[in-house]
Each structure stands twice: as C-alpha cells, then as structure tokens.
C-alpha cells in the first residue's frame, strides 16, 4: 500500500514554506497547470529573496530592482530551486496568487482553478536537468491527486497571460518535459 503524500494539499515531499498571500478557491476545483520562472533579482540564483517574497519578507532595499516589488502581494503553490529543492508555499486546495489576469479556453481568472510552479530561471537560460527530474514527478504526483490537470491542461505562464506574460520562456524544453510524462 502506497503512503499518503498528501496532506490537506500539502505535499509532504515538499519543504513547507507558508505564505500569507492566499485565499479560498471560489468553486474547489483544480484543473489547470501553470509553468512559471522567476529569480530575484533577475539572472540571480541561489538568493533567498524568492521565498522572501512569497512570505510577505522581501527586503526591497536589499536591490535596487526590488523598488517596484513593495508592497506586491504574489504567491506559487511551488518553487523548484535549481540545486531540485521543492518548497510549496501553499496549500494545493486553496487559490495562490501567481497567474494574474488571466484566461484559459475563454475561462478568466486562472488562480480559481491552477496550481502554480515557479522554476528558478529566467527567459534567457536553460533549466537545470535536475529541475526537469522534480517537475516530472511533482507533474505526475499532481495529475494523480488532482484527476483534472491533464497533459492538454499544462501551460506556460504566457499561454494564460500572452502579451503580458513571456515566462517559462523560450529555454524551457517543452517537447522534453511532456514526453517525460508520457513515460510516467
């Protein structure tokens, strides 16, 4: 019998980092995946300043850059860091705030009905192989607790968001991670 990897939408695999920024989802459903990038401050890796500001504890003094963060409210329901680390910032049954103004098949609102990973990285460089390994599995340990993300319901960032939007950007590999996941 397999263990239970879930736990009221929190993953157990995942280091727990609560964020403030969430609130309930309006209908309870989950049925889209959205694929982000972000680093702070941009190009930076490594830093702390990415939980810091799903936390609701970016230092926006720490950089220049950060100026125009004050006082943003945003969150992921996951990071997958570049070293593979996987921190989930909230619960996969509530709505985190990281798609924005949105649409998906005419449906506004993406938060409602989304999970959000955030990768660490930026437009312009690869992904770590790594990175790719934890987001396969934490796709498939998704699909499988959550029966209305399907391979035709995974997306970028900029598919929910075009013109707005660019992420995960043109150096995520596609056409690798789904095939991965057809292997699943």
């Not at 609130?23 to 990038?37: A, D, K």
């Not at 990281?98 to 449906?107: C, Y």
């Not at 460089?125 to 319901?153: A, C």
Request: aromatic residues 10%; negative net charge; glycine residues 8%.
């Amino acid at each position: 019998m397999a263990k239970n990897e879930w736990q009221q939408g929190w993953f157990l695999a995942a280091q727990r980092c609560e964020s403030p920024f969430f609130n309930t989802r309006p209908i309870g459903e989950v049925s889209l995946l959205v694929i982000h990038n972000i680093s702070l401050p941009a190009g930076c890796f490594g830093t702390p300043y990415i939980e810091d500001l799903f936390l609701g504890k970016l230092d926006c003094a720490a950089d220049p850059s950060f100026a125009d963060l004050k006082g943003l409210e945003v969150s992921a329901h996951f990071l997958i860091r570049r070293d593979g680390a996987v921190l989930q910032f909230v619960s996969c049954d509530q709505r985190a705030w990281h798609a924005g103004l949105s649409s998906f098949e005419g449906r506004s609102g993406c938060n409602d009905f989304s999970i959000g990973i955030e990768l660490e990285g930026t437009d312009e460089v690869d992904f770590e192989p790594v990175q790719y390994e934890r987001l396969t599995e934490l796709t498939s340990k998704l699909m499988r607790h959550y029966p209305g993300i399907s391979r035709d319901r995974i997306v970028g960032h900029s598919d929910i968001a075009p013109g707005r939007k660019t992420d995960p950007g043109p150096h995520f590999d596609w056409r690798s991670y789904l095939a991965s996941l057809a292997e699943l």
